[in-house]
């Protein structure tokens, strides 16, 4: 399956204006996804797709730049748009703030479209201030590996856990955290892009719930990777120190 790694990026960001050219370890932040992107064998070529001229100019020196839309109103829209006119059977949507994306989560990602319409990922959920954050998403898989549901509350509702400690109610259940890259078979993703906001994606602000409205089965693949990205300028020191390590 000849799949594209598309990392949308903008500009324009309340918290961190001009975040995707940071410098982050003397190379722009997203320089770092683009060369974590091209360590994972499942991708025929990486392409970053953004409005900004100012991204174009920086991304053109070492990778592949598709121009967008500035209208769309998500990332997946700026996926959808490169997909329409480049020749590939499927993508993946790869955040374009997290440097330390590791290739082998992009693999199982783009594995996983062998045998379903769209996959995601999902890592045990295991410190306890992330039980009740509602920036944390989580999800619920069936037995056959699809997601059931994703919520920013905390599911499942473990009842006999609800008086514990947060220590406590973490080990009570295998809670999954969701892990927010995105793959998506070619005819998929023209799909969804033409459909409405769903009900439930309305009321949780989460994108991949329009999928699982329209019926379109969702992969679930567990990975050990706990994303750490870069949302404020405070981050990036913690990821300058990570990136040392690695």
């Known amino acids: 399956m000849n799949i594209l790694g598309v990392i949308p990026a903008r500009y ?16 722009p932040l997203i320089q770092h996804v683009v060369e974590r992107c091209r360590r994972a064998g499942a991708l025929a070529d990486v392409v970053v797709a953004t409005d900004d001229e100012r991204i174009r100019e920086v991304a053109a020196r070492f990778c592949r730049v598709e121009m967008t839309s500035p209208g769309h109103a998500s990332g997946t829209d700026r996926v959808a748009e490169v997909v329409g006119r480049v ?18 989560v992009i693999d199982a990602v783009a594995g996983a479209l062998r045998d379903s319409p769209m996959s995601t990922a999902a890592t045990l959920l295991t410190r306890p201030d992330d039980y009740d954050n509602p920036n944390v998403v989580k999800v619920v898989v069936s037995a056959a590996g699809r997601a059931l549901y994703f919520s920013r509350r905390t599911i499942p509702y473990v009842r006999d856990a609800v008086h514990r400690s947060g220590a406590e109610q973490v080990a009570a259940f295998p ?18 892009v033409q459909c409405p906001v769903s009900p439930l994606e309305e009321a949780e602000r989460l994108e991949q719930l329009r999928a699982l409205e329209q019926g379109v089965a969702i992969a679930v693949v567990r990975v050990e990777y706990d994303g750490v990205g870069v949302d404020v300028p405070e981050d990036v020191a913690r990821v300058e120190r990570l990136l040392e390590g690695s």
Not at 15 to 26: C, M, S, T, V
Not at 93 to 104: H, V
Not at 175 to 192: D, M, P, S
């Open 175 to 192: 809670f999954l955290k969701h892990v927010g890259i995105y793959g998506y078979r070619r005819e998929t993703l023209a799909r969804l």
């Open 87 to 104: 020749g590939c059977e499927a993508a993946v949507n790869i955040q374009g703030d997290e440097p330390l994306i590791r290739p082998e």
């Open 12 to 27: 324009a960001s309340s918290r961190f204006p001009g975040k995707p050219l940071h410098p982050i370890a003397g190379k």
